[in-house]
């Protein structure tokens, strides 16, 4: 069987180098050349990118892995140069699978400022001062809540690992006792539940679909404000806050389409008891090119920064009065 998996190191360190150079990009450009954006919302962007940029390193540490088999589903770590600290790399692996819920519950709360600053802008300062504590908090908490749930309904017991010891072997050429994991099998010898390994497929699934019901359930009544309330606000302003909405739909499709979706049948699978023996693995090496994908779509999306990247480039003798008019948003 080709070992795929001896490749995923080098899409992790193309991962880290381009979502460093990019985030930082974006990080100087906010702080020291964006106008139009200023606040609560510019200290989001700003913890955004650094979220990035310690999500990609966080993956050359942990090194997450992932293989299905029939009726089960392991999460591993490929890390080698840290093989005598397997509780650590073990802790490793949870923490960067409670990054993604840390990112896409940040995303809800960008959709909830952007909705409030739509439609009752004063509802806003509630993100401001001691508020900052509740918008950090939330994401980190929802983070932490899976990855406990992920440590311990993941935990290995010798019916999962004797599940997998053949394959594994097989495959990559190790004792499955060997390296820090996860594993998954909803089904005993006699199908019978296993309800421990299933509490993380309910739990995970509701800490999930919770955030993308707060995304879509603003970005409607965001879609429809629009219609009724930029009337109330000045041209640019206006073209302001739509851009802000296309960053923030596009910026959530990116991971959904790249990790959610093709992440349903891996873990899904285990349930249906497929017939299948395969290096699922290759999600992560997509996940590890979505922050840097995230960065250059806001910049794209976002005129301003548009503007300020091309006056670097080419330079222009001659600037009109529109695109150095600056309308901040907070």
């Keep these: 069987?080709?070992?795929?998996?001896?490749?995923?190191?080098?899409?992790?360190?193309?991962?880290?180098?381009?979502?460093?150079?990019?985030?930082?990009?974006?990080?100087?450009?906010?702080?020291?050349h964006i106008k139009q954006i200023r606040g609560t919302y510019k200290y989001m962007v700003?913890?955004?990118?650094?979220?990035?940029?310690?999500?990609?390193?966080?993956?050359?540490?942990?090194?997450?892995?992932?293989?299905?088999?029939?009726?089960?589903?392991?999460?591993?770590?490929l890390n080698t140069w840290m093989e005598n600290s397997e509780l650590f790399l073990q802790i490793s692996v949870s923490v960067y699978a409670g990054f993604y819920l840390f990112i896409l519950a940040f995303f809800a709360e960008q959709f909830i400022?952007?909705?409030?600053?739509?439609?009752?802008?004063?509802?806003?300062?509630i993100f401001g001062g001691f508020g900052v504590i509740g918008w950090i908090g939330y994401p980190l908490v929802c983070g932490a809540m899976y990855s406990s749930l992920l440590m311990w309904a993941g935990a290995p017991d010798e019916f999962a690992d004797d599940y997998l010891r053949e394959t594994f072997l097989d495959v990559y050429d190790m004792n499955i006792s060997k390296p820090p994991r996860f594993i998954f099998v909803p089904y005993t010898s006699d199908y019978s539940l296993r309800w421990r390994n299933l509490s993380f497929m309910i739990?995970?699934?509701?800490?999930?679909?919770?955030?993308?019901?707060?995304?879509?359930?603003c970005g409607i009544r965001m879609h429809l404000a629009m219609k009724q309330e930029l009337g109330?606000?000045?041209?640019?302003?206006?073209?302001?806050q739509k851009q802000f909405f296309r960053a923030l739909i596009i910026q959530t499709m990116v991971p959904t389409c790249l990790f959610v979706v093709p992440a349903l049948p891996i873990l899904l699978g285990p349930l249906f008891d497929f017939e299948w023996n395969m290096q699922t693995g290759g999600i992560m090496a997509l996940l590890s090119v979505y922050p840097p994908i995230d960065t250059f779509v806001f910049m794209f999306i976002v005129a301003e920064y548009?503007?300020?990247?091309?006056?670097?480039?080419?330079?222009?003798?001659?600037?009109?009065?529109?695109?150095?008019?600056v309308f901040a948003l907070n």
């Excluded at 080098?10 to 985030?23: M, P, R, V």
């Excluded at 109330?232 to 302001?240: A, E, G, I, K, T």
């Design 306 to 325: 548009r503007r300020v990247i091309s006056r670097w480039i080419w330079k222009p003798k001659v600037i009109s009065v529109k695109s150095t008019e």
């Design 1 to 32: 069987m080709t070992r795929f998996f001896e490749y995923s190191d080098a899409f992790t360190k193309l991962g880290i180098f381009t979502a460093s150079i990019s985030n930082f990009f974006l990080i100087y450009v906010t702080i020291w």
């Design 113 to 125: 400022f952007r909705y409030l600053s739509l439609v009752d802008p004063n509802k806003t300062k």
């Design 203 to 217: 739990g995970g699934g509701f800490l999930l679909t919770s955030q993308y019901f707060i995304i879509m359930f």
């Design 46 to 77: 700003i913890v955004f990118a650094l979220t990035g940029v310690a999500f990609s390193g966080w993956e050359l540490i942990a090194r997450p892995f992932t293989h299905n088999y029939n009726r089960a589903f392991i999460l591993f770590s």
């Design 232 to 240: 109330n606000f000045s041209v640019p302003n206006r073209r302001l």
